[in-house]
């Protein structure tokens, strides 16, 4: 890292697990509560941010509005400076509720990655999104790191067009529930400083 890289560091932040993201049901628009392992999950991740974040606080935390994202958000110990709706998880459409293996039936070897996508967004559709959260993330990094509170689907994305990959290329990426991400820089080039980094302990 060089004297030109600025001071702060984009952290994201998944929710914790839902009884759909347990069960692998895709949930993107449906605003569905964390389950007892998930507010557990969501306490102790506060150690794994003060692993991977600066002492100072934060410029800025932006929070999807989804209630599962609030509410990870607060029992991380975040104060939560703005809900932005661009932090939304990938809308699935059709896919809405389902499993992969339930949207297989009738499209075989579908992910979200390669689609379809009836009824939802696109890869391109998402990367708009992301590139405007991250444009205005950038710019806040001289006050310090900037935290985004949302989801699986969306945080990968992130991830992906930090380090200039297509949309497409979260698939290479883990954002496991509670896990956080560390987008970094080295001198002046956007890299990543920590995938997925999890939760050190339990609460419950």
Known sequence: MSDDDPNGRILLLRHGETEWSRTGRHTGRTDIGLTDDGRAAAGAVRD???????????????CSPRTRARDTAALAGLTVDAIDDRLA????????????????????????WNGPWPGGETPDDVCVRADAV????????????????????FSRVLTARWIGLPATGGVHVAMDPAGVTVLGFERGVPRLDHVNQRPTRSER
């Open 48 to 62: 794994a941010l003060e692993l991977v974040r600066h002492a100072a606080p934060p410029a800025r935390v932006l």
């Open 89 to 112: 998880e990938w809308d699935y459409g059709d896919a809405e509720g389902r499993t992969t293996p339930q949207i297989r039936e009738t499209l075989p070897g579908w992910t979200i």
């Open 134 to 153: 991250l444009a205005e993330s950038r710019a806040l990094l001289g006050d310090g790191d900037v935290i985004l509170v949302g989801h699986g689907h």
